[in-house]
């Protein structure tokens, strides 16, 4: 978006952020990087999160440095929601997803099956070709 409108563009080539973005981060990873949370003082509160999408696993992170204990439900087993399932691989290296859901669960961030839990409760998975009328 911005390397369209980037003003050295003419002249020198658009700053190409996200390989800058992209080889900081990776640097910072291999040198075992983890965030500091030392500084957090748990609170006597859980929260739970349903889909471990981007804004789920946000939602996670911002809460957990904030003290709050936290656990996601997904129906996948990975996490990621749509940049795991509908991007191709060739666009988004999966291995960064699995390095960050390393970095969650250091964080003390946990993770569900929903499955098992909706099946649990109601016998069967929602998602799995359930008509309105096979609820009743």
């Known amino acids: 978006m911005c390397e369209g409108a980037c003003t050295i563009r003419d002249e020198h080539g658009a700053v190409t952020i996200g390989n800058i973005e992209r080889y900081i981060s990776d640097q910072a990873l291999a040198k075992g990087w983890r965030p500091d949370l030392s500084h957090v003082t748990k609170v006597d509160k859980r929260v739970a999160i349903i889909g471990a999408g981007p804004a789920g696993l946000a939602c996670a992170d911002v809460l957990t440095r904030n003290g709050v204990g936290v656990t996601v439900y997904d129906r ?6 749509l940049l795991t399932f509908g991007i191709p691989s060739f666009k988004l290296d999966k291995s960064l997803l699995a390095r960050r ?36």
Do not use: C, D, Y
């Not at 250091?106 to 069967?124: C, D, L, N, Q, T």
């Open 101 to 136: 859901r390393e970095i969650f669960s250091a964080m003390g961030i946990h993770f569900e099956s929903i499955v098992k839990w909706v099946k649990m409760f109601f016998g069967f998975a929602f998602w799995n070709n359930t008509t309105r009328s096979s609820l009743a």
């Open 76 to 81: 996948h087993p990975e996490i990621g929601g």
